[in-house]
């Protein structure tokens, strides 16, 4: 067998101190499937002294992400440290280096995607990147892969464990929503500040690459719809339940049916039937359903974070980026192509909704409601007067909606909400029926 393949760790962190620990335990596994021998040769932290201090080799530690860049055994870089401005220089000076990137790093490719790969078409040199998406989930390597011979028609998915978490509390043990966030803190699975998780644009991440990746172009941030779990009720999910649904912090993409023409890149709470597969997902779990023209709907459920999740997926990059090295190829990544290159604006998306509004209890009301409904032709499939405590000496009216625009239902919540017969802003969700 030739020289081992060097591996130079940027972060030993949550995630680099697992891609460390399986490396070892697993490198007679490796070196046994793939041939190729992998050796780390060099890891970069904020502190090497602390990482010496709890048993880490002081020969391979070092203070400098760019000694990764520099050292000529360091033939794949793994960038697992999570920054914005470092993390991105260390990826484009490996690449520029010709070496070999591995990163699991969300917010930067949603945010300098098309640069990275830009530097890894410049350099003929690849980055692999299974980790951002889904934990341990194979989804990226799904679609790069499994897929490419399929256009695809939509991809739904439950992509961020702690608001998943806090929604299956809310759900089961009937807790509010800050509730469900403390106890999701308590167990580790919401970080001190939860913003991205909750506000949902760590999910929005996700469905940045994969909508890239699915279909062709890098998707602007500010084109997609991005909605958070934060103003869900207790309310609003036992009335979806009565209603026959759960709610699924969702990200949902989807081409239009001809091609050449738009995408819809959306992450936002969503009443999904509770007979879908998607409906089961609870805890930190997370699941992707993919339709592809060809092969139909395919399912992925795993771990979507932890240590040993995401270094597996970190592993299978690596073991790529190794067979990379030996045999170099066309793929670096992403593929850009020509077929698709704009995403629909939220306006003009259809969705079958459910509305929450809080009215007095008085005769004539839901005639002044639906009148309004009825003027901007949109269709009321279902009405629901349901007993909730959270209304004081109003009431609760729950009405299910048929398709409709986005632009046609706000513009009718605009008129509802100033009625003098409601009393609250009217709660909006999109349902999804996956048909
Ligand atoms: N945690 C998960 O479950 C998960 C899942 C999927 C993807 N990810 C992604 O994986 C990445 C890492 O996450 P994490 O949870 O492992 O982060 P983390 O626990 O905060 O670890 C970050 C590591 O990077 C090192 N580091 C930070 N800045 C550095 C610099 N300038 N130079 C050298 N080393 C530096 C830190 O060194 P010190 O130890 O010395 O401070 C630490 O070891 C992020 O991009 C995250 O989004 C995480």
Redesign the pocket.
């Known amino acids: 067998m030739d020289h081992p393949i060097g591996i130079g760790l ?9 891609v460390f620990q399986n490396l070892q335990r697993n490198r007679t596994l490796l070196r046994e499937r793939l041939g190729l021998d992998l050796l780390i040769q060099k890891v ?5 002294a ?2 010496v201090s709890e048993g880490y080799p002081e020969s391979v530690l ?4 760019q000694d990764l860049v520099e050292d000529p055994a360091v033939q794949i870089v793994v ?5 914005k401005d ?2 991105l220089q ?1 990826i484009l000076a490996s690449l520029r280096a010709k070496k070999a990137v591995v ?6 490719l949603a945010e300098h995607g098309a640069e990275i790969f830009e530097a890894a078409q410049q350099n003929q040199t690849p980055v692999f990147y299974e ?3 889904g ?1 341990g989930i194979p989804i990226i390597k799904c679609l790069r892969e499994a897929l490419v011979g399929n256009h695809i028609a939509s991809i739904h998915g439950i992509i961020n464990g702690t608001s998943n978490y806090i929604l299956t509390r809310m759900s089961e043990a009937d807790l509010s929503f800050p509730d469900a966030l403390a106890e999701a803190q308590a167990l580790g699975y919401a970080e001190p500040d939860p913003s991205l998780d909750v506000n949902g644009w ?1 999910a929005a991440h996700k469905a940045m690459i994969l909508a890239s990746l699915a279909y062709g172009f890098w998707v602007p941030k500010d084109q997609i719809f991005v909605e958070g779990i934060e103003a869900i009720t207790a309310a609003d999910i036992r009335f979806a339940k009565l209603l026959g649904y759960r709610i699924k912090l969702l990200g949902i993409i989807k081409a239009s049916e001809n091609e050449g023409s738009e995408v819809e890149v959306r992450v936002h709470p969503t009443l999904i039937p509770q007979s879908h597969v998607l409906a089961s997902v609870n805890g930190v779990f997370n699941a992707i359903a993919v339709h592809g023209d060809v092969v139909g709907e395919v399912l992925l459920y795993g771990r ?4 040993d ?2 270094s597996s ?1 970190i592993l299978s990059d690596i073991a790529e980026a190794a067979n990379a090295l030996q045999h170099p190829r066309r793929d670096l990544g992403f593929s850009a192509h020509s077929l698709y290159g704009t995403c629909k604006p939220i306006g003009s998306t259809l969705s079958e909704y459910y509305l929450r509004l809080t009215v007095e209890d008085r005769p004539g009301v839901i005639a002044q409601i639906s009148g309004v409904l009825g003027e901007l032709q949109i269709g009321i499939s279902s009405i629901l007067q349901p007993e909730s405590d959270e209304e004081g000496a109003n009431v609760a009216l729950v009405m299910m909606i048929h398709t409709a625009s986005n632009s046609q239902i706000q513009q009718a919540l605009d008129r509802i909400s100033v009625l003098s017969c409601v009393k609250r802003a009217p709660r909006m969700i999109r349902v999804e029926h996956f048909s």
């Open positions: 940027a972060g030993l962190g949550n995630v680099g101190a697992g970069a932290v904020q502190n090497p602390k990482r070092t203070g400098r992400w960038e697992v440290m999570g920054r470092e993390s260390l990163t699991a790093n969300k917010a930067l980790a951002s998406v934990g760590d979507g974070a932890g240590q999740p995401t997926a």
